[in-house]
DNA sequence: ACAATGACCCAAG
DNA sequence: TCTTGGGCCATTG
C-alpha cells in the first residue's frame, strides 16, 4: 500500500534470512514505532496482497508462539513452511527460539 | 472527523 | 505456569 509503515514492516520481514524468525515486537522496535507491535501484525494481514510476497511464517510473537497461523490458507502450512526451513515447532511453539531468532536491528545497523 | 478493529505486549492475580 | 485485563496506535469503514 501506499502507507509507508506498512511497507517498511513488509521490506523488513522480506530481509529475515532463511532458517530464522523474527518477532512483531522487534519489528516494531525496529521501525521506530516501539509501542506499536499490533501495527506490525497488522501490516501482516496485508502482507499476502502485496508484492513480492512477505514470508510472514517468520514472524511469531515475542514468545516464539505462531499467533498468526490461522491467517494462513491452512492452518498448518505456517508450522510447515518453518519445519522446512529446519526449525523445531511443538504445540505451535517455536523450539529453542533464541538460536533462531533475527533481530532487524542488526540489518538496519549493517546499512 | 469518530468509532471500531487487531497475526501484540506487559503486568497482575 | 496459565488466565485476565488494560494499553498501545496506524488503518479502515
Given at each position: 500500500m501506499d502507507s509507508n509503515f506498512y511497507n517498511q514492516v513488509h521490506e523488513l520481514v522480506r530481509l529475515v534470512p532463511f532458517g530464522k524468525v523474527t518477532t512483531y515486537g522487534a519489528i516494531a522496535n525496529a521501525l521506530g514505532a516501539k509501542g506499536s507491535a499490533r501495527l506490525v501484525g497488522y501490516a501482516m494481514n496485508q502482507s499476502h496482497l502485496v508484492?513480492?510476497?512477505?514470508?510472514?511464517?517468520r514472524v511469531v510473537n515475542r514468545n516464539g508462539m505462531l499467533s498468526g497461523k490461522f491467517h494462513f490458507e491452512d492452518s498448518n502450512m505456517m508450522q510447515s513452511l518453518?519445519?522446512?526451513?529446519?526449525?523445531?515447532?511443538?504445540a505451535d511453539k517455536i523450539q529453542n527460539f533464541k538460536n533462531v531468532f533475527w533481530d532487524p536491528l542488526q540489518e538496519l545497523t549493517s546499512i
Open positions: 508484492h513480492p510476497k512477505v514470508p510472514a511464517h518453518l519445519e522446512n526451513e529446519g526449525i523445531v515447532i511443538i
